[in-house]
């Protein structure tokens, strides 16, 4: 055990610390896993919009935005991801792994939050009060921690996690190659199956 510099936020400050100050702040890189994506809402140029017009506005601006995710976004995201031709055309990577259940945002690769929020309205997102989920996070800038966090997420991405996985008969897209088993048929998405991972 060793110290930690961090600040706990809560409410309204998760979306005002990790969304408006960070992640619409960000310069090179935003790396967010999450089980759950849903249409969510935030500030943009002084009107709530989709999350996915403020990534469309950093992709353009140059910053690597990456998504690992457990589940299937809702059909609303899905719907307003393909209305950004910059994000579908790899602005925004996504990759699927059901396993997936730790809540994170690396900005910049130097400045990390860690805890219970999805990227959705409720977690993250532009709710009131009265409609937001009770989540708790903590917020550093220690480079252990985000070390920590930064290869797991990149174990996870690069599929090194994938071969070996005990559920990868019931994924619906594995990302490594498998080791022994034959891989699974992949999830039909309607519509949008670009967001399929890539």
Same mark, same amino acid.
Request: hydrophobic share 40%.
């Given at each position: 055990?060793?110290?930690?510099?961090?600040?706990?936020?809560?409410?309204?400050?998760?979306?005002?610390?990790?969304?408006?100050?960070?992640?619409?702040?960000?310069?090179?890189?935003? #790396?967010?896993?999450?089980?759950?994506?849903?249409?969510?809402?935030?500030?943009?140029?002084?009107?709530?919009?989709?999350?996915?017009?403020?990534?469309?506005?950093?992709?353009?601006?140059?910053?690597?935005?990456?998504?690992?995710?457990?589940?299937?976004?809702?059909?609303?995201?899905?719907?307003?991801?393909?209305?950004?031709?910059?994000?579908?055309?790899?602005?925004?990577?996504?990759?699927?792994?059901?396993?997936?259940?730790?809540?994170?945002?690396?900005?910049?690769?130097?400045?990390?939050?860690?805890?219970?929020?999805?990227?959705?309205?409720?977690?993250?997102?532009?709710?009131?009060?009265?409609?937001?989920?009770?989540?708790?996070?903590?917020?550093?800038?220690?480079?252990?921690?985000?070390?920590?966090?930064?290869?797991?997420?990149?174990?996870? #991405?690069?599929?090194?996690?994938?071969?070996?996985?005990?559920?990868?008969?019931?994924?619906?897209?594995?990302?490594?190659?498998?080791?022994?088993?034959?891989?699974?048929?992949?999830?039909?998405?309607?519509?949008?199956?670009?967001?399929?991972?890539?």
């Amino acid at each position: 055990m060793r110290p930690l510099a961090a600040e706990l936020l809560s409410g309204r400050d998760l979306y005002e610390k990790v969304v408006l100050e960070r992640i619409a702040q960000a310069r090179e890189s935003i #790396w967010i896993s999450t089980a759950n994506v849903k249409a969510m809402f935030v500030e943009v140029d002084g009107k709530f919009r989709s999350v996915l017009d403020l990534f469309a506005k950093l992709s353009k601006k140059g910053v690597e935005l990456r998504l690992l995710h457990a589940e299937l976004p809702s059909h609303p995201f899905r719907a307003a991801f393909d209305k950004h031709a910059r994000l579908v055309k790899g602005g925004l990577k996504l990759k699927i792994c059901p396993r997936v259940h730790f809540k994170a945002v690396i900005v910049d690769g130097a400045w990390l939050y860690l805890g219970s929020a999805n990227l959705t309205g409720a977690g993250l997102g532009a709710k009131s009060d009265d409609r937001r989920n009770f989540e708790l996070g903590i917020v550093t800038e220690d480079f252990d921690t985000i070390d920590h966090v930064t290869a797991l997420f990149a174990s996870v #991405w690069s599929g090194a996690e994938c071969g070996p996985c005990k559920v990868r008969d019931v994924c619906p897209d594995p990302i490594g190659p498998a080791t022994k088993r034959k891989r699974s048929e992949p999830v039909k998405l309607g519509t949008s199956r670009r967001l399929r991972a890539q």
